[in-house]
T-cell receptor, first 112, second 115 residues
Framework: GESVGLHLPTLSVQEGDNSIINCAYSNSASDYFIWYKQESGKGPQFIIDIRSNMDKRQGQRVTVLLNKTVKHLSLQIAATQPGDSAVYFCAENRGGSYIPTFGRGTSLIVHP | GAVVSQHPSWVICKSGTSVKIECRSLDFQATTMFWYRQFPKQSLMLMATSNEGSKATYEQGVEKDKFLINHASLTLSTLTVTSAHPEDSSFYIC???????????FGPGTRLTVL
């Protein structure tokens, strides 16, 4: 299930389950959104992106959904594997900027 | 994709000393690089934009005299934490934009611990 820790929400799932990580963004002028994966002690790694003129984009085992009406972004990971365990950040490029502003992050823990 | 490296990967220093962190774009040129700071269990916060050949642009609340940035070449930006204190202990990450609009490549980060 999902819980909110002191700073970082945590999502715990069983290997093979599908995971859904949610993110609320703040700026309605944001036109580009990215999901990053960060493993412990490493820099962020690009997973998937989506432009504001789309509402869904699929990659390999991952899907990003964008709901501009409620300013909500989600990352779906199919058949979650232990190697997916990491912290996941959504980021937005605010209108006209190419510098990502990072959201809060969610820690995904995959149990074998 | 393009590679961004950082050196050192970790550093421990005494309070009051200065520490330099390097960020290099290994196979591409970057006229702009970005420096982020990340405290444990928190998100990445943009500190400053490093501009090759000109002054860095700092985000609100970031002390430019404490975090000195030099972007002396098209492949190297350095961040110097001057007179470091324990509260400066953090994970420092740099990034550089790619050729494609909105593309960003992140370095592996540098863990700074100030005793």
């Amino acid at each position: 299930g999902e819980s909110v820790g002191l700073h970082l929400p945590t999502l715990s799932v069983q290997e093979g389950d599908n995971s859904i990580i949610n993110c609320a963004y703040s700026n309605s002028a944001s036109d580009y959104f990215i999901w990053y994966k960060q493993e412990s002690g490493k820099g962020p790694q690009f997973i998937i992106d989506i432009r504001s003129n789309m509402d869904k984009r699929q990659g390999q085992r991952v899907t990003v959904l964008l709901n501009k009406t409620v300013k909500h972004l989600s990352l779906q990971i199919a058949a979650t594997q232990p190697g997916d365990s990491a912290v996941y950040f959504c980021a937005e490029n605010r209108g006209g900027s190419y510098i990502p502003t990072f959201g809060r992050g969610t820690s995904l823990i995959v149990h074998p | 994709g393009a590679v961004v490296s950082q050196h050192p990967s970790w550093v421990i220093c005494k309070s009051g000393t200065s520490v330099k962190i390097e960020c290099r774009s290994l196979d591409f040129q970057a006229t702009t690089m970005f420096w982020y700071r990340q405290f444990p269990k928190q998100s990445l916060m943009l500190m400053a934009t490093s501009n090759e050949g000109s002054k860095a642009t700092y985000e609100q609340g970031v002390e430019k005299d404490k975090f000195l940035i030099n972007h002396a070449s098209l492949t190297l930006s350095t961040l110097t934490v001057t007179s470091a204190h324990p509260e400066d202990s953090s994970f420092y990450i740099c990034s550089a934009p790619g050729q494609v609009y909105n593309e960003q490549f992140f370095g592996p980060g540098t863990r700074l611990t100030v005793l």
